[in-house]
């Protein structure tokens, strides 16, 4: 048997305090949450494992970011207690379980009703009754609920995303993987006014979501 707590220990120590995540509220956020409890049944064993793991099957699998990889975009991110977050394709709600934990005023948005679903179960199970979760067309974002103070993109996107940008406060940050493949960038964007500063982070790897897929130009 797996000792998870333990596990979740070894996660924060080995995975993210080597590698530059250094903010005391999100290493407790991270300790706490139980990561266990939001991955596909039967995978349990492999919820701390340094890598993405899918949290969904089908034909648009979602993936639930490597642990070092989402703690250092929600580091970007600057969250603070009261902050209004949208988390996009948060799959079963880790992320918005994280996110929640520093005190964010959490929209979780997932493509799929079922998955929707399960994110709702899960988070509710972990008492995070608070975070509202929607589905809709990811590109798209949640107007709704806009504008945010912070939104967090859970995979890689090879186009800029316009639509999120624009929901945005002013001043508001976006943190997300440009590109697919294991030549991706953890990209930080901060608006200011009618504009959005573009700011490359670190390397990281992550599926690319669909419907941020680059359109395939001409093969000669």
Request: net charge negative; with cysteine; charged share 25%.
């Amino acid at each position: 048997m797996v000792d998870f707590t333990q596990a979740r220990r070894t996660m924060v120590d080995s995975q993210l305090r080597t590698f530059d995540v250094n903010d005391i509220p999100l290493l407790d956020a991270m300790d706490h949450v139980p990561r266990e409890n939001f991955v596909l049944p039967g995978r349990e064993q492999l919820a701390y494992s340094d890598q993405e793991l899918p949290v969904s099957d089908g034909a648009d699998r979602r993936f639930m970011l490597a642990p070092m990889v989402l703690a250092r975009m929600v580091q970007a991110l600057e969250v603070n207690p009261g902050d209004k977050v949208l988390d996009l394709a948060c799959g079963r709600g880790y992320s918005s379980a994280i996110l929640s934990e520093l005190g964010a005023r959490v929209t979780a948005l997932e493509s799929e009703q079922g998955l929707a679903a399960a994110a709702r179960k899960a988070l509710a199970a972990a008492g995070c009754e608070d975070v509202a979760v929607e589905s809709g067309h990811l590109a798209e974002g949640f107007a709704p609920a806009a504008p945010y103070d912070a939104v967090l993109v859970n995979g890689a996107i090879e186009v800029k995303p316009e639509a999120l940008l624009r929901q945005l406060k002013d001043g508001g940050r976006l943190v997300c993987v440009m590109g697919g493949g294991r030549s991706g960038r953890a990209t930080l964007y901060v608006r200011s006014g009618d504009a959005w500063g573009e700011r490359s982070l670190f390397d990281a790897a992550a599926p690319v979501l669909a419907g941020f897929k680059a359109k395939p130009g001409f093969v000669f």
